[in-house]
Structures are given as structure tokens and as C-alpha cells.
């Protein structure tokens, strides 16, 4: 008898050590995401799929489905939930788009557009970070996330223009270099600001004329200029 328990106990132990957390994101799409307005099922279903507690660092795995930005190192934070999903709803992201996404920082966010977009692209100047991520996504299975370490106020002019652009640290003012790589009928979701800062929404429409407007206050890290080593 003694050697079957222990046998069952051997069994059972790696399920309990890679738990999903399914339900724990769901409570949270109710009650932080859903509740708050969010409404494109797309949206809904990939913040459910999306695995946050393996974006962060194993000792905040506790945390990593409430409603908070959490860090990463190197001074830097992965987004709050709700932030996260409210952006990529704003992005109305199409399968068939192209989209640069600056600020990689854990993965997350381009974790949640990968499924809903062709290809993203994004940039992150922290060359750990960059490196961590890019196999993080590798392992998920994301082959249509390219991960590159650089600085991205300059954006990735060899694979602009693109359909959608989000920044994920907030610049003083939106770097015109972006706003160039949009292409026409495309749209960038970024924070503005220094210590006040605003989530900016940027249509371009088919006759490239630009088109700006606020969404609400939030609280980004820094868009830093210069590679840093
Ligand atoms: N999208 C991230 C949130 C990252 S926080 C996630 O889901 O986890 C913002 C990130 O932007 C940080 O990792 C920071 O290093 C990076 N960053 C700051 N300035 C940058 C710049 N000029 N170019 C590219 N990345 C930058």
C-alpha cells in the first residue's frame, strides 16, 4: 500500500508544480477586464489564454494574475492586466496585420497580439530582457513574434510600414519616426508624458492625414533614448 501512495504522489507532483492557473485568469478577466468594459471577445479570450506567471519572476508567481504592473529587473515592469487588454482593444488589431510593438520588456504584450495579428515585431533596449523574451516566446510557440535589442525611437524602417504600432513606455512626445512607419489607414496606441502621462491613440487614414486623440492618464516606464549596455 505504502508503495502505491508514494508512487501516486510521484505521479501526480509535476502537474501541481506547472499549474496553469486557468481559473485564476479567469476571475480576472471578470473582474478586472470584462467588468471594466473591455468587450472584444478576441481580447477577452487571449488575456484568458495568456500564461502572466511565466512573465514574471517565480517569486511574485503568487501576484501574477492580480490587476498590477509587477517587475522584471533591471527597473523595469511588465504592465497591469487591464492596461494591457484596454490597449490591444484600442489597437483593433486585424489577423492579416503587421505590427511594431516598442518596449518588450517580459514578452507579455507581445504574447497577447501574437495570436490576434500576423506578425509583430518589437524592439527592447535592454539587451537581457531582449534575450529572455525572445526565448520565452520561442518556447510558448509564437514563431510570428521577432524580438529585436535596440533602441526604438529609430522603429524598424527595414520592415515598415505597419499596420498598427504600440508603445509600451512612455516617450516625452511620440517620436515622429513611428508615426512615418504607420501606414496609411494604420493606428498607434501610445502613452505620452513625462511624470503626467496619457495614453494617446494616432489614426492615420488613407490620405495620410494624421488624426490624435486622448484616451486617459496612466503610468509608463520611461521610453529611454540611446542603446544601453
Ligand atoms: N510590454 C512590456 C512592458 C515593458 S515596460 C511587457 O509586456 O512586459 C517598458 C519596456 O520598454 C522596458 O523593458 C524598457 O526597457 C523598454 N524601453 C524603454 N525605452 C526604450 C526604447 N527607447 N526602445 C526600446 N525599448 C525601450
Redesign the pocket.
Known amino acids: 500500500m505504502k508503495a502505491v501512495a508514494i508512487m501516486l504522489m510521484l505521479a501526480s507532483s509535476p502537474v501541481a508544480a506547472q499549474q496553469d492557473y486557468a481559473k485564476e485568469r479567469e476571475r480576472m478577466v471578470r473582474e478586472h477586464i470584462a467588468s471594466r468594459g473591455i468587450k472584444d471577445p478576441r481580447v477577452l479570450k487571449v488575456m484568458r489564454d495568456t500564461p502572466r506567471h511565466l512573465?514574471i519572476p517565480k517569486s511574485l508567481e503568487s501576484r501574477a494574475y492580480h490587476d498590477t504592473p509587477l517587475p522584471?529587473g533591471?527597473?523595469?515592469?511588465?504592465?497591469q492586466p487591464y492596461i494591457?487588454a484596454s490597449m490591444t482593444e484600442m489597437l483593433a488589431c486585424k489577423p492579416e496585420h503587421k505590427v511594431l510593438?516598442?518596449?518588450?520588456?517580459?514578452?507579455?504584450?507581445?504574447?497577447?497580439l501574437a495570436p490576434l495579428v500576423g506578425k509583430v515585431f518589437?524592439?527592447?533596449?535592454?539587451e537581457p530582457?531582449a534575450k529572455q523574451?525572445a526565448a520565452l516566446l520561442k518556447t510558448l510557440g509564437h514563431a510570428n513574434v521577432e524580438v529585436r535589442y535596440?533602441?526604438?525611437?529609430a522603429g524598424w524602417p527595414e520592415e515598415a510600414p505597419f499596420d498598427r504600432i504600440?508603445l509600451?513606455?512612455a516617450?516625452p512626445e511620440i517620436p515622429q519616426a513611428l508615426i512615418d512607419q504607420l501606414k496609411p489607414g494604420g493606428r498607434l496606441v501610445a502613452p505620452e508624458g513625462r511624470e503626467w502621462q496619457e495614453l494617446i491613440v494616432i489614426d492615420k487614414d488613407e490620405q495620410s492625414r494624421v488624426k490624435r486623440r486622448r484616451a486617459y492618464g496612466v503610468m509608463?516606464?520611461?521610453?529611454?533614448?540611446?542603446k544601453?549596455e
Request: a negative charge; proline letters at 5%; charged letters at 10%.
Open positions: 512573465f522584471i533591471y527597473n523595469q515592469t511588465i504592465s494591457v510593438e516598442i518596449g518588450t520588456g517580459s514578452g507579455y504584450q507581445a504574447a497577447v518589437t524592439i527592447e533596449i535592454v530582457l523574451s535596440g533602441d526604438g525611437y504600440i509600451t513606455a516617450p509608463f516606464v520611461p521610453m529611454v533614448k540611446g544601453r
